[in-house]
């Protein structure tokens, strides 16, 4: 990293703590905007608990839209911690240090607003104890426990836990460094929390085996969950969702949507917290890097996927991606879901001089996650749309009403209400990793040249 600035730990506990021990005034106003943005949302769940699935736009063939296709955007999206956290951490990246913690918070509130989903789209909630407590015996009527959407649950809450539980590794030197710092009750919950932590050489050394450990264990997770997802549609009997392809393809899509992610959440953070000399050009010229060889590999399986479903030469198959191709409204989805997920980012990222412009990374890295949140649109519907050439409207255009659009608002809301509260507690930047960072940097001279350098015992 060539822009490394000299911080002391006086300087570091001062900048990363300022945010959970002052409030501005503009902190209010986004809780309250955030706020009626999450009313509304519950709101609208509470009237489709009350009345059914009615208020959505579905027909007789469409039955999965907008809240499955949040689901998988959010599954993706909280991707992003640990390819930005575990993945480098292993490979002893220098650059991820001011990056890991955001990329694990986001990790944690995606996965739990993608949870939320499912429950929703199933209309009767209580209904979903029949998945765990099977009550008719007599018929012998069980769930099935080999589906994917039994799975996916497992998954999913598996990896909620794991990621919380990184986090919170991680954030036992920061809570200690906070205890320490303050006094009356934010002495006492943080004291709480640090669970005793006081820098000990045994602490430490604890401390780094179980990230070591979670980093690695986590992986496996990682992969599994996004490849059940993908179950979820390629175990159905269904052109345009049948192809073994889906298992790379949606862990591969879900790294992109996810990295780019955390280029827009890092740029966010910068700019409200005044983090320049934490956040520097130089991790978005990183990030630029790593989402150029994760774009052009998600690019490579989506076209597997499209190559695949014509390979085939099946009349169905061939229907459904003319469906997203050629018909209108998909024809224009379809456009702008490529121009925005890498036709117009990729060749932009392979600029220096964009790479580290912030305002270039902030503004292509949400056009990657809208064009991601259209992939996974054009994913569903129109296979659904197609589903049968003898049903008498197999034809119909499925239009998503404005409840599922006030749906797609409340899931980016609770995800950055969540985010924004977790800033407000805990220090979003891990103090004890920018410390050890400080600590470990050097320069060197390599012939004429004096270049930055990590000295490691």
């Known amino acids: ?144 426990v080999r589906s994917a959407l039994i799975w996916d649950p497992s998954a999913i809450f598996t990896y909620l836990t794991s990621s919380a539980l990184f986090v919170y590794v991680a954030l036992v030197p920061d809570l200690a460094v906070a205890r320490d710092q303050t006094t009356g009750w934010r002495h006492r919950f943080y004291a709480l929390m640090a669970l005793g932590f006081h820098g000990s050489a045994r602490q430490w050394r604890f401390q780094a085996i179980a990230g070591i450990l979670l980093s690695a264990l986590i992986l496996p997770v990682f992969v599994s969950v996004h490849t059940i997802v993908s179950f979820d549609f390629s175990m159905a009997l269904l052109p345009g969702w049948h192809t073994t392809v889906f298992g790379p393809y949606f862990v591969i899509g879900a790294v992109h949507s996810g990295v780019s992610a955390v280029a827009t959440l890092m740029a966010v953070l910068r700019r409200i917290f005044h983090l ?3 956040i520097t050009p130089d991790h978005f010229d990183a990030l630029g890097r790593l989402l150029v060889v994760v774009g052009t590999a998600w690019l490579f399986f989506f076209m597997m996927d499209f190559y695949f479903g014509l390979f085939m030469q099946e009349p169905t198959e061939v229907a459904v991606w003319q469906l997203r191709i050629f018909q209108m409204p998909y024809t224009l989805l379809f456009i702008v879901f490529i121009l925005a997920s890498y036709i117009i980012p990729v060749p932009v990222w392979l600029f220096r001089r964009a790479r580290r412009n912030i305002a270039v990374m902030f503004w292509t890295s949400i056009l990657v996650n809208v064009g991601m949140w259209l992939e996974r649109y054009i994913l569903i519907v129109p296979p659904l749309s197609a589903k049968q050439p003898f049903v008498f409207t197999w034809n119909e255009v499925y239009h998503p009403q404005l409840i599922e659009w006030l749906l797609v608002l409340f899931s980016f809301a609770l995800v950055s209400s969540g985010i924004l509260l977790f800033s407000k507690i805990f220090p979003i930047i891990p103090l004890f990793d920018i410390k050890e960072g400080q600590i470990l940097k050097r320069t060197v001279r390599i012939g004429r040249v004096t270049v930055p350098a990590v000295i490691r015992e």
């Open 1 to 144: 990293m060539q822009e490394r600035y000299d911080l002391s730990p006086t300087e570091v506990n001062r900048d990363l703590l300022h945010f959970p021990l002052h409030t501005p005034l503009w902190f209010w106003f986004a809780i309250f905007v955030l706020g009626a943005l999450l009313g509304a949302g519950l709101l609208a769940v509470t009237a489709m608990i009350i009345v059914g699935l009615q208020p959505l736009g579905y027909n007789n063939t469409t039955y999965w839209a907008v809240l499955i296709t949040n689901f998988v955007f959010w599954v993706g999206i909280s991707h992003a911690g640990v390819m930005i956290s575990a993945i480098l951490r292993l490979s002893q990246a220098e650059w991820r240090r001011p990056v890991t913690r955001a990329a694990e918070v986001l990790t944690v509130f995606a996965l739990a607003t993608a949870a939320i989903f499912p429950l929703i789209h199933a209309g009767r909630q209580w209904r979903l104890v029949y998945w765990f407590m099977p009550y008719d015996f007599a018929r012998g009527i069980f769930p099935d």
């Open 276 to 278: 320049e000399r934490y």
